[in-house]
């Protein structure tokens, strides 16, 4: 089994910055890419940012120029700075894992439990 556990939102206020992490652990072979989503209360989840493996990042046109999302082996951390109200949201790790099972090597996505943040104005 995979677990991937955010850490580091809260409130802040607008303008000011936060730095969310993911952790992945268990039993990795590799990891594909790692993503994080967001989801504001009413609205559907989307895409922050996603970083493949040996590729680039893409962000969100929403958030260009504010937020970096960088990997070290198995974390991935989400620098937000600038931070708008609009930000405010619960913000979803997600990561393209490559597993061994049976003796195969097998795709799976997994899901963080999400980490609130909320930026006031």
């Known amino acids: 089994q995979v677990q991937l556990v955010e850490s580091g939102g809260g409130l802040v206020q607008a303008g000011e910055s936060l730095r969310l992490s993911c952790a992945a652990s268990?039993?990795?072979?590799?990891?594909?890419?790692m993503a994080w989503y967001r989801q504001a209360p009413g609205k559907e989840r989307e895409l922050v940012a996603r970083?493949?493996?040996?590729?680039s990042t893409d962000l969100s046109d929403s958030v260009k120029g504010r937020f970096t999302f960088s990997r070290d082996k198995n974390m991935g951390f989400l620098q937000m700075n600038g931070l708008k109200p609009e930000d405010t949201a619960v913000y979803y790790c997600?990561?393209?894992?490559?597993?061994?099972?049976?003796?195969?090597?097998?795709?799976?996505?997994?899901w963080g439990q999400g980490t609130q943040v909320t930026v006031s104005s």
């Open positions: 268990g039993s990795i072979f590799s990891i594909k890419a």
């Open positions: 997600n990561a393209e894992v490559i597993i061994v099972s049976s003796g195969n090597f097998v795709l799976r996505d997994y």
């Open positions: 970083l493949i493996s040996g590729g």
